[in-house]
């Protein structure tokens, strides 16, 4: 016991004599841990990365802030006298790195919070210098006064580029730029990453929800070739670089970097280091007596800062930010855009700027066909975190199959714009259909397809989930196998986003509304099978540590794997509303919900999309109709979506749907732009045939 004591006697010595020391180098090691993996997030959505950024986010700012007030009420010895000395460099700290300056998109909201905490933090940092560092050596406070400005200018940046940083700040100009600028430029990565900064007032337009209005000067010009044809795929590219500008504009110091002010705060910062290191390393030439270890941390504190800020600087001065700058200024600017061209075709910054590819996939008949065995499931029951559980361990992600990449997703979400385009100049269809455009033009606008596409939206992609996977195991007809694939995958993003992001999806978030069917499925399969082939049962128990951490540790997300016990799920989910049929009509599209009969009216919704299919008689694919429906329904969601749910996302690898937000306001915006010119032009060639008729008549007379 008495050993004990002593023991921690000693640690508590130790912590009252070097605390400050490790606090110091932690708050260090937090700055350039931040630096390095603060940007990743723009292109993943690790659970594991996002735990360690958070951490770090929250531990630099209150490692800084609970070490300066230690420093402002510790009584040192004049062994440690350069330990005041630190106290700018934890100014220098609260500035951040510049690749994140919020966590979350709340964090921009509280920049009036951080301006207090700035006041304060300053105060107490010019407190520490007077009491500690104002009688000592004249070229130490020197060192200190240098360093205090630069960490104020580092950390008045950051809060700035909060207060930029927020949506309800963002301003554009009211009318946008010129979508022809993208002709005059190449497909090239590098050249398309240019094109994105010079329409991302488009883009910020679309996040700060304000009308776009084209430029009367380019209204006026006479018509070139479609930018949309031009782009053709490219302008995913496109958006999703613009979409990267977007996260550096809201999570990162990009709103006030590469500004005229930005640049004066980064070379005075700079500027300031290097006075503070030369004049510490002159003092040091004339001074001795300092403590050895103290002295080492001053100068790692130094040099990293140094290091830092010419990072920092470099990083400013080579963007493609500056870059779009100096190819705005034109003329008298080419030998620096020269020099940042040929670093940026070394390093491919546009490559880093495009979206991950990959999506999220949740399926009802996956779930319900789990081991409720696994030691995951049962510690979330007894934890009572059952639905955490089954949205986090039972989800996946799709990238690409052999024959099915997104790349095939984002050509038919292409031309399904274009199709509905078209059918809006001939006004064929509305912009806020979610099915009935396509189920009109293939004339399967039915019953129950015509009820199916007009009742709350996540109940509508309950019952069209279901449908889709009763159809995918009754269908005896042929049918292309990228389109099953693509209609599956599709299926499975929108209930993804029904039951794991519900934010992401318009109306009320009811992230729920499938649990009701899924106990169904699950009581039936009971009395349908009882325990002998029932597919939902529970397999046994495997205490073999691999299994153990591989259940607790895997996504166990939609897979080929449990394809038999699904089609079993279907047949019996089929007979269970088989009694229906032909019976049961559609309800009203707006009456009560139809949570707890969902999987009646999916199966009575799969039954007259199977009719269709025969009456078709394989000349067309069903899978081409429902695949249509999941597309609008993409297409729906993506524009009702809040912008500020979309600009969540950026900071979590980004979402396909948005996307696919985002493409349609450049295709409506740029499809506006080309009927405006078409429209002038007509009227200008009536106004040239009145003119003409007119001189005409009075040739006549």
Same mark, same amino acid.
């Given at each position: 016991?008495?050993a ?7 640690l508590?010595?130790l ?64 062994e ?13 700290? &609260? *500035?951040?790195?510049?690749? /994140?300056?919020? #966590?979350?998109?709340?964090?921009? @909201? $509280?920049? =009036? ?9 300053? &105060? *107490?940092?010019a407190?520490? /210098?007077y009491? #500690?560092?104002?009688?000592?050596? @004249? $070229?130490? =406070? ?36 010129n ?54 795929e ?16 809201l ?71 500056t ?7 034109g ?102 259909s ?97 325990d ?11 205490w ?72 078709w ?74 003119n ?10």
């Open positions: 016991m008495e004990g004591v002593k023991e921690a006697g000693r508590v010595d912590w009252n004599e070097w605390g400050i020391q490790i606090l110091v180098l932690v708050s260090f090691t937090l700055q350039v841990f931040l630096l390095i993996f603060g940007g990743i997030r723009r292109r993943s959505s690790s659970n594991a990365l996002k735990f360690f950024l958070w951490s770090a986010y929250l531990l630099a700012d209150s490692t800084a802030i609970y070490t300066l007030g230690h420093l402002s009420v510790d009584d040192r010895s004049d440690h006298q350069l330990v005041a000395f630190w106290a700018p460099f934890l100014l220098l700290h &609260l *500035g951040g790195p510049d690749n /994140i300056t919020a #966590y979350a998109l709340e964090d921009n @909201t $509280l920049w =009036l919070r951080h301006l207090q905490t700035l006041a304060v933090q300053v &105060l *107490g940092a407190y520490v /210098i009491r #500690y560092v104002a009688d000592s050596v @004249t $070229l130490l =406070l020197l060192a200190s006064i240098s360093m205090f400005v630069a960490g104020v200018l580092k950390y008045g940046e950051r809060i700035w580029a909060l207060n930029c940083g927020n949506i309800s700040s963002i301003t554009v100009l009211k009318f946008k730029p979508p022809y600028q993208l002709l005059s430029m190449g497909t090239s990565e590098e050249e398309i990453l240019l094109g994105a900064h010079s329409q991302f007032d488009i883009c910020k337009g679309v996040f700060a929800d304000i009308i776009m209005l084209p430029n009367p000067s380019v209204l006026s010009q006479s018509k070139p070739r479609s930018v949309i044809s031009y782009m053709g490219d302008l995913y590219k496109l958006v999703e670089m613009e979409l990267s500008l977007m996260y550096d504009f999570y990162t110091k990009a709103a006030v970097i590469h500004t005229w002010y930005g640049f004066c705060i980064h070379f005075i910062s700079l500027l300031g280091t290097a006075i503070t290191f030369l004049l510490f390393q002159i003092m040091i030439r004339r001074e001795n007596g300092y403590n050895r270890v103290d002295l080492i941390i001053s100068y790692m504190l130094l040099v990293g800062a140094l290091v830092l800020e010419i990072i920092s600087v470099c990083r400013a001065l080579l963007s493609t930010w870059s779009s700058l100096l190819h705005r200024r003329r008298g600017w080419e030998w620096p855009l020269h020099i940042i061209t040929s670093f940026s075709r070394r390093v491919h910054p546009a490559s880093r700027r495009l979206w991950s590819g990959s999506i999220g996939q949740y399926n009802l008949f996956h779930l319900c066909t789990r081991n409720r065995n696994e030691i995951g499931t049962r510690l979330a029951m007894k934890l009572g975190l059952q639905d955490w559980w089954n949205k986090k361990h039972f989800s996946g992600t799709f990238s690409h199959t052999n024959s099915l990449s997104i790349q095939d997703l984002k050509k038919l979400v292409l031309k399904a714009l274009q199709d509905k385009d078209r059918a809006l100049q001939d006004k064929d269809t509305d912009l806020d979610r099915g009935s455009f396509v189920l009109k033009s293939m004339e399967s606008y039915e019953d129950f397809a015509r009820w199916s596409v007009n009742i709350d939206f996540d109940e509508s992609i309950l019952v069209w989930h279901t449908a889709t996977e009763l159809c995918i195991r009754k269908s005896k007809a042929k049918h292309a196998k990228y389109l099953t694939e693509a209609t599956e995958v599709l299926s499975n993003y929108m209930m993804f986003l029904l039951v794991v992001k519900p934010d992401m999806l318009p109306g009320a978030a009811r992230n729920n509304v499938h649990l009701a069917s899924c106990e169904q499925i699950e009581g039936q399969c009971h009395v349908c099978f009882g002998k082939d029932n597919p939902v049962a529970a397999s046994p128990i495997s073999q540590p691999y299994y153990i951490l591989k259940e607790l540790f895997h996504h166990d997300g939609p897979n080929p794997s449990r394809i038999p016990q699904r089609e079993k799920l279907a047949e019996m989910v089929w007979g269970f509303s088989e009694f229906a049929l032909g019976s049961v009509r559609a309800p009203k599209p707006h009456g009560e919900s139809i949570r707890d009969s969902a999987n009646m009216y999916a199966v009575l919704l799969a039954n007259e999309l199977l009719s269709i299919e025969l009456r008689h394989e000349q067309r694919d069903l899978f081409e109709l429902i695949l249509g429906v999941w597309v609008e329904m993409l297409l729906y969601a993506a524009k009702h979506c809040s912008q500020v749910s979309h600009a969540r996302q950026l900071s979590n690898g980004g979402e396909f749907i948005t996307i696919v937000s985002l493409l349609a306001h450049h295709f409506k915006y740029y499809s506006g732009v080309s009927r405006g010119i078409n429209n002038l032009s007509k009227n200008n060639s009536m106004c040239e045939n009145n003409t008729k007119c001189e005409s008549d009075e040739n006549l007379v």
